[in-house]
């Protein structure tokens, strides 16, 4: 077992987004000594270590990240396809919206909303033409928090790895995870 430098506990403690204190309450220790660990000016009892990193590992296992939300069929079109194709796929799968994927990249989305003033001679048209701003895309380690910020101006978050879609997140998953 590889013990911790006091850097990589700072790191951690940050990205977890707690503070000294928090660290402290769930350790049981006090934030001075978090404080003191972290700056190098003392050595803890292995014991006490112990204690810290497995409340950081308790802490990581509370956090809900986007892979374990998120669905990884990803129902969309691309921009090629017909605005009829679209309002089918749409009716089909029971969604008011759907990404436009190019090659497995979000390029746009496409909503009923979008489709309301299309005339019917424009069922034929490609997609493109209508679609509007793609959902916006966060990794699969994305947290609840940040999913939320982004939940709340948008119908739904796509999720990518290296640039190519891996999944998707509505309100509906939120929703359905805090039940």
């Not at 790895?161 to 999944?167: H, I, K, L």
């Amino acid at each position: 077992m590889e013990l911790p430098t006091p850097q990589d506990v700072r790191e951690r403690r940050t990205e977890l987004g707690l503070t000294q204190s928090e660290l402290a309450d769930r350790a049981g220790v006090s934030q001075p000594l978090i404080a003191r660990i972290e700056g190098g000016d003392v050595d803890p009892r292995l014991s006490t270590l112990r204690r810290i990193v497995e409340a950081l590992s308790d802490t990581e296992a509370d956090i809900v990240r986007a892979e374990d939300l998120m669905h990884e069929e990803v129902v969309s079109v691309s921009p090629d396809d017909s605005v009829s194709e679209a309002v089918s796929k749409m009716q089909e799968e029971g969604f008011s919206q759907l990404p436009v994927i190019n090659d497995g990249v979000p390029v746009g989305s496409i909503s009923f909303e979008d489709l309301m003033s299309v005339s019917e001679d424009a069922r034929d048209q490609p997609v493109t033409e209508f679609m509007g701003e793609s959902f916006p895309t966060k990794s699969r380690t994305a947290t609840l928090d940040e999913l939320s910020t982004d939940l709340g101006h948008n119908k739904a978050v796509v999720v990518t790895e290296r640039g190519e879609t891996v999944g998707i997140v509505t309100e509906a998953d939120i929703a359905a995870r805090l039940s």
